[in-house]
């Protein structure tokens, strides 16, 4: 199996990603401080952190990549920063997947 794009184009993933993690520490931040739009935020952060986790996991079932299991288990331990990594690393994990056949 080859490396198969994402549905839809990956500068709109790293645009979800970074929103997501942004929009999470304002909001939870905004909390701490309690804004008055903190709710807004956090909540719009949070819907976008769920999204990412959707594509992001839906492209690691899809491709064959190294240590998958390492990654979808990082998904749930550290939920904002694992999409980020996996996308900056999805290529050399790809790659060393189908070298490795795993």
Do not use: C
């Not at 008055?36 to 952060?45: A, D, K, M």
């Not at 990082?74 to 999805?90: A, E, G, N, V």
Request: aromatic fraction near 14%; hydrophobic fraction near 55%; charge should be positive.
């Amino acid at each position: 199996m080859e490396n198969q794009d994402f549905r839809i184009s990956i500068k709109t993933v790293w645009i979800l990603v970074i929103g997501n993690a942004l929009l999470t520490i304002m909001g939870a931040f905004a909390k701490i401080k309690h804004w008055e739009f903190s709710q807004i935020l956090f909540t719009v952060g949070l819907i976008l952190l769920f999204s990412t986790w959707l594509i992001v996991i839906s492209d690691m079932t899809k491709n064959k990549i190294y240590n998958k299991i390492f990654w979808l288990i990082s998904m749930f331990i550290f939920p904002t920063i694992s999409p980020l990594i996996y996308l900056i690393q999805r290529n050399k994990l790809i790659r060393l997947g189908n070298r490795f056949g795993n």
